[in-house]
């Protein structure tokens, strides 16, 4: 018939066909969430798990992603985007701190951000860790931006007299390091110690280093 809407381009229950896929695939991401942050990890979930636990098909699946790994990989530039969103929203009342006052700011904003939902601190710290040279790569890059950005602090630092001129690069990446593998083992259970103390232990790291500490 001209001019017939098939149900996939029309509306549906008052949704266009692209905000029927956009729900189905936030779906699909919360099961993810859930199984990978939450239930029994990246490696013991299959795509028949995800797809029970989104109430949807694997025909549906396929629509949305190519594999698990896909799905695994968005979520974990999803939650350290939020991190960085954390840290966005306090640079502008940290900016004008004093130096240690400045890096503490932003360091809890970006814990408060990457731990919030424990399901984030998981796939962040834990379940990304070892699946594939892909993963590793996107790991590593996303390091590589959160060095920039202490990296960028440090150079802001030297500028306004804070800091001593200097190379912080490999000081950042130590530091970026010593949070990846302590927020790890936290994440696992093998620091028995409350988040703050995790906290306050990397602070004091970063602010020794920059010749501020304790």
Known sequence: MTGRITPAAGRYAGKS??????GRRHRFLEAGLDLFGAGPGYRATRITDVCRAAGL?????????????????ELHLHVNDTAQRSVVAAWPEARALP?????????????????????????????????????DRQR?????????????????????????PGDYRVAAA???G??????????????DAALDQVVEELLKILLTRLGIGP
Not at 17 to 22: S, W
Not at 117 to 127: L, N, S
Not at 183 to 189: E, K, P
Request: glycine share 6%.
């Open 17 to 22: 066909a692209a905000e029927r896929r956009a």
């Open 57 to 73: 098909s694997t025909r549906q699946f396929y629509e949305e992603f190519r594999t698990l790994e896909d799905l695994l990989a």
């Open 99 to 135: 130096l240690a006052e400045r890096h503490s700011r932003l360091f809890r904003a970006y814990t408060a951000g990457a731990t919030a939902d424990p399901r984030h601190a998981r796939i962040a710290y834990v379940e990304v860790i070892g699946v594939s040279p892909r993963l």
């Open 140 to 164: 590593l890059e996303r390091r590589a931006r959160w060095i920039d950005f202490l990296c960028g602090q440090a150079d802001e630092a030297v500028k306004r007299g804070e800091l001593p």
């Open 174 to 176: 130590a530091f970026i």
């Open 178 to 191: 010593a949070v990846n593998g302590l927020m790890h083992d936290w994440s696992v259970g093998w620091v």
